[in-house]
């Protein structure tokens, strides 16, 4: 029989009963419009915290003092005070691979810029902070060496900073004082955004960690170092070879726990894309439940159909429809009434990710091939449940069809 | 004339249940090409049986049935489904049109399932051909439901004649009909029989057998009686008359 004419009298079947195909498939349009959404939803949470991955620069290793996981008892984590200046050189010159490092040690407190006062957090680092971190200026520059070598009394601003302090005003060359400790600034941060934990980068003021350690804290301990590896594949064999030359340094050797933890991006990354990929995982699942419960409800009207229709299959095989014409005839109904479900799911599961984006701010992303999958799964859902009534339809016996009243 | 039915020694047993139900017991007929035969019989005389064998939607349990030359005791049920399409025609006494389906439509039926692709061509040319024929080529786009009975009977034949079969059977064809309508169709039929096709009727109405060539009793599953009609009536002739008796009725009153 011709692909096209079953096509058509399946089509019409349908119009024959438009309330009822619509109704049938709302499960697959509702099951379909859930996946994608749900997944839109889920891979624009990632493609979120992707960015902030970037955003903590590249091929990045990060040093924080004090054991992370110590006994199960959360350290006051940077505040252990075991990272030396020591360790720093140790890693600059020993380690192959490495390209910068950056000590870290940091304060918190309020800044004073004329008449404005604001309360951040500022951070001692080398200049070559700004580089592992991928950081640009968007005004002035950053602090040279030579300002580490002289601990001089000059700072880098993020964007939320300037904008606390200064508003439109230029910051740089303007003074601002922490602690009552005035310092000039020298350069303003381009704007990064929320970082994975989910604190504002641009919140922050930078200086010469040596500034930090002479002028503020008084003290030569780190919170942290940052090291910046040449590719992306040395992440881990710097970061093995950092463990040992800290363990050596640190006179650590086991059952001993050690008293720093390092972490490399990739790790961080995946800690971060944990738990939105489980999120997306339950989504879709959720989603896909509900696919389920469409391919019944088609299942459900298309045994009805067969019943309501026994006379006419009687017909068509009176007048030489084989058993496979009957079967392909329903089975292309079942798939057809399907796959509208799918196309009309995608768009609205398309209207909702972008609805949920407008409304509630969550930024969603609709990927090509989830709406691709979508379609098919859609498409394999109706061939899956209108199986077994189109078999149905075509093993009646016509004599039995054309009497059934 | 060549033989478009031959039976020979056929049987139909059902086994329903602990008894054997002998529907069908030994019937041997020969139905040559360009007759015009009622199968007639009370309820339960096997006629239905017999009609289905016939029709190729059963297949006998015993004995031989050539249809066309063709054996076709043996065959599976995709082959009986390709010999219904090609070789029979079926007129129902429910007419058993498709509902809402126009009338072209339902006459192109039984083309849609052709398997040979050469013969699939013209499909609405053959249909409003076939409809020309029984007189309703100005409804061709009207639903079952826009026709009236008579109409719907004839659509139904149109179905029956679009494939050119060697056979046409009507099972009841006149049953759900008032009597001249039954008349009017039988005159389609005479024309159609008179145009040399083969047509084997079944009937439990007398007068209506009464305009086929040859009538064929049924019981307890046998042919009981064989006969030619000797006094055949013309359905043209006897709407003439009606038409006469109706004109006589209004000058009277």
Redesign the interface.
């Known amino acids: 029989?011709?692909f096209f004419?079953t096509f058509r009298i399946a089509l019409?079947a349908l119009r024959?009963n438009k309330l009822r195909s619509v109704l049938t498939a709302l499960g697959i349009i509702i099951g379909v419009g859930a996946v994608i959404a749900m997944v839109g939803i889920g891979n624009g949470a990632k493609a979120q915290v992707d960015a902030q991955i970037a955003s903590l620069g590249k091929n990045v290793i990060i040093i924080w003092a004090g054991n992370v996981t110590s006994g199960g008892v959360r350290m006051g984590q940077g505040n252990a005070g075991t990272l030396l200046m020591r360790d720093v050189e140790g890693i600059a010159q020993e380690i192959p691979g490495v390209v910068a490092v950056s000590p870290e040690i940091g304060l918190g407190g309020q800044v004073i810029a004329g008449g404005q006062n604001w309360n951040t957090r500022m951070q001692g680092e080398a200049p070559e902070y700004f580089t592992i971190r991928q950081w640009p200026f968007m005004a002035g520059m950053s602090f040279t060496d030579q300002d580490v070598r002289g601990a001089t009394k000059v700072c880098v601003i993020g964007k939320t900073v300037a904008t606390q302090l200064f508003g439109d005003e230029d910051p740089v060359g303007r003074v601002i004082r922490i602690w009552s400790v005035p310092m000039v600034v020298v350069g303003v941060l381009a704007p990064k955004g929320m970082s994975v934990m989910g604190t504002d980068q641009d919140d922050i003021i930078y200086a010469p960690y040596t500034s930090v350690m002479k002028r503020f804290l008084r003290t030569s301990n780190l919170r942290a170092i940052n090291v910046q590896t040449a590719s992306q594949d040395l992440l881990t064999p710097v970061q093995r070879q950092i463990e040992a030359l800290l363990r050596e340094h640190h006179h650590i050797s086991p059952p001993k726990e050690d008293d720093f933890t390092v972490r490399n991006q990739e790790e961080i990354a995946e800690m971060a894309t944990a738990t939105t990929k489980v999120m997306t995982l339950l989504l879709a699942a959720i989603a896909s439940v509900s696919l389920v419960v469409g391919g019944i409800g088609i299942m459900n009207i298309m045994l009805v159909s067969v019943t309501e229709r026994t006379?006419?299959i009687?017909?068509?095989?009176?007048?030489?429809?084989?058993?496979?014409?009957i079967l392909l005839q329903f089975l292309i109904e079942a798939i057809t009434l399907s796959s509208l479900g799918g196309i009309l799911g995608i768009a609205i599961g398309i209207g909702a990710a972008k609805a949920l984006s407008a409304l509630a701010g969550w930024p969603t992303l609709i990927s090509v091939p989830a709406v691709v999958v979508a379609f098919l799964f859609s498409a394999a859902v109706g061939v899956f449940f209108g199986f077994y009534p189109a078999r149905k339809a075509s093993q009646l016996d016509?004599?039995e069809a054309?009497r059934y009243e | 004339m060549p033989n478009v039915i031959q039976l020979a020694d056929v049987h139909k047993t059902y086994h329903t249940g602990e008894v054997d139900v002998r529907a069908v017991r030994g019937v041997s007929l020969t139905i040559g090409s360009g007759e015009f035969v009622a199968l007639m019989g009370a309820s339960g005389s096997g006629k239905s049986t017999m009609m289905?064998i016939l029709?190729c939607?059963?297949r006998p349990t015993g004995g031989h049935y050539l249809l066309d030359g063709v054996d076709v005791s043996e065959l599976t049920?995709?082959q009986l489904?390709?010999i219904?399409?090609?070789k029979i025609g079926?007129v129902?006494q429910g007419f058993?049109?498709?509902s809402?389906?126009s009338a072209l439509e339902n006459v192109e039926?039984?083309m849609?399932?052709?398997r040979d692709h050469l013969q699939?061509h013209n499909v609405t040319e053959r249909a409003t051909r076939a409809l020309r024929v029984v007189g309703l080529a100005d409804r061709a786009d009207h639903h079952p439901s826009q026709l009236s009975g008579g109409q719907q009977q004839r659509v139904a034949i149109a179905?029956a004649l679009v494939n050119q079969p060697a056979l046409i059977l009507a099972d009841e064809p006149t049953g759900n009909l008032d009597s001249r309508t039954s008349i009017e169709i039988m005159g389609v039929f005479q024309k159609l029989n008179d145009e040399g096709i083969t047509i084997v009727m079944v009937t439990h109405e007398l007068d209506i057998a009464q305009y086929t060539k040859r009538n064929v009793v049924m019981r307890d599953g046998c042919v009981v009686s064989d006969v030619i009609v000797s006094k055949r009536l013309s359905a043209v002739e006897e709407l003439q008359r009606l038409e006469q008796d109706h004109q006589a009725v209004q000058l009277t009153s």
Do not use: Q, S
């Open positions: 029989m011709r004419a019409r024959r006379r006419e009687g017909i068509r095989m009176a007048v030489g429809a084989h058993a496979r014409d016509p004599i054309l | 289905n029709g939607l059963d049920r995709e489904a390709d219904r399409n090609t079926f129902f058993n049109l498709l809402r389906t039926l039984p849609l399932y052709i699939r179905r």
